[in-house]
């Protein structure tokens, strides 16, 4: 990775700012960091190291971190956007400790392969499966913010023998959707997905760290690991918000059926994905509960990593 060419520039920063005046939860979310003492500073100086490797499954090339630990139970992280699976550098030391412990970037997002083909939750779902049999992860709890909750609820529906229990949240499943002004951009307008598209992946994660976060700053190598990965994907990225809708519909009516110990988890000031969306799935399931973090962002496994993974090894506890 070469870390000083892929960095956020002074154009994605200004086009980050411009975006910014038309998202109208950028004002809430400023006071919030102002509350929570928040400073431009990383968390962590460098991120802490993950023991990344590829492997080829069903002929797509996969991003994943592995630290095995015998006798211990098997917990997997599936890939946030615009993020990678390094967005899980500040918690894999703790949750490295309690757990048999995987992270997969999945096909299409992170620095795994795959384009188009892999943008819907069906599709996602599917090569989860693939991979809890590639790696034989027996009775693995799933980790899945973000486009990972769908592609966990979708194959503990179709595949609930394959699942323990699940940890969900920040993500889309449930219709209507109840989508943040920047959601709402890139899912209803052809306009702003274009927009996406020629801005690049360092406008995208500017933005995304504007609206993403209220507690934590991401580092430097963490930055570039994630432009990186999507510097020329952003066409097929985009297709993943253009069908978003047509993509809920195929989760929505599995809520209902998911006997699987479920816990929902909600930033309480989640600027992308309403906190209503979490509160309505919980509603819907018939075994599943809500933790929400207070004064806290999209990405609550960053903004609060010690409470977040403390959740996990609770929820894990409780559920194995």
């Known amino acids: 990775m070469d870390s000083q060419k892929e960095k956020i520039t002074l154009i994605d920063h200004l086009n980050a700012s411009l975006l910014m005046l038309v998202t109208p939860e950028y004002k809430s979310l400023r006071a919030t960091r102002t509350d929570n003492g928040y400073l431009e500073i ?23 971190a592995y630290s095995p630990s015998v006798n211990k139970p098997s917990l997997v992280m599936l890939s946030p956007f615009p993020q990678s699976i390094v967005a899980y ?9 309690h757990f048999n412990l995987y992270a997969f970037d999945m096909p299409g997002f992170g620095h795994s392969e795959g384009g188009v083909e892999f943008m819907t939750f069906i599709a ?8 809890i049999d590639h790696f034989k992860i027996n009775d693995p709890h799933i980790v899945g913010p973000d486009v990972g909750m769908p592609a966990a609820l979708y194959c503990a529906s179709n595949y609930p023998d394959s699942i323990k229990s699940l940890l969900v949240g920040d993500g889309p499943a449930i219709s209507p959707s109840s989508n943040a002004s920047s959601l709402r951009k890139m899912v209803n307008s052809r306009f702003w997905r274009t927009v996406f598209r020629l801005t690049g992946s360092g406008a995208l994660l500017a933005a995304a760290n504007k609206i993403g976060y209220t507690n934590y700053c ?15 994907r952003m066409s097929a990225a985009m297709s993943w918000f253009r ?4 993509n809920i519909e195929t989760v929505d009516p599995l809520l209902k059926s998911i006997a699987t ?7 309480e000031q989640d600027a992308i994905l309403e906190l209503t969306n979490g509160e309505r799935i919980v509603e819907r399931m018939p075994n599943a509960e809500m933790l929400v973090f207070k004064n806290t962002g999209h990405f609550c496994y960053q903004d609060r990593y010690v409470e977040f993974s403390a959740m996990v090894v609770s929820w894990v506890r409780a559920n194995d």
């Open 124 to 131: 996602q779902g599917e090569f989860l499966k693939l991979l």
């Open 42 to 64: 990383p968390t962590f100086e460098t991120p802490n190291p993950m023991p990344l490797s590829h492997v080829v499954v069903k002929n797509t090339r996969i991003r994943y």
């Open 89 to 97: 550098a500040a918690i894999w030391p703790i949750l490295d400790q």
């Open 218 to 232: 991401p580092n430097h190598d963490e930055v570039a690991d994630y432009i990186s990965a999507y510097r020329t």
């Open 261 to 267: 110990p479920t816990l929902v988890f909600w930033g």
């Open 243 to 246: 069908d978003y809708n047509i």
